[in-house]
């Protein structure tokens, strides 16, 4: 099976003005996947997806640009080729601190709700 993000199920983080879509996902009929998430993120320069948490297992992807990256009380940066692990209940989030759209695929198990 072959899923384009447009044919995937849009996200609105509340306080963010990034935009996300779940290409893979189980709200997403055209790939309806029961263990894993596959979530395609696009922050906006100087853009913030504020910490939080959940029960999931996460890797960021980061396929363009480059921020900053929060997690376990830590800040790294980040940039195109990095994989980030967050552990489950990990408080992370990102912010683009470059001039183009930082795009980032996140994989998530089980998927978030």
């Not at 910490?51 to 800040?75: C, D, Q, R, V």
């Not at 912010?95 to 930082?102: A, H, K, V």
């Amino acid at each position: 099976m072959i899923v384009t993000v447009q044919e995937g199920v849009p996200i609105v983080y509340p306080g963010c003005y990034g935009a996300a879509v779940r290409v893979v996902h189980p709200v997403n009929p055209n790939a309806p996947a029961k263990s894993l998430g596959l979530v395609m993120f696009y922050l906006p320069p100087h853009a913030i997806l504020q910490p939080g948490s959940h029960e999931t297992e996460e890797t960021y992807i980061i396929l363009e640009g480059k921020g900053t990256m929060t997690f376990a009380n830590y800040k790294r940066d980040v940039k195109k080729g990095d994989f980030v692990y967050l552990p489950p209940w990990c408080l992370h989030g990102i912010e683009n601190t470059g001039t183009e759209t930082l795009v980032v695929l996140i994989a998530t198990s089980p998927p978030n709700p």
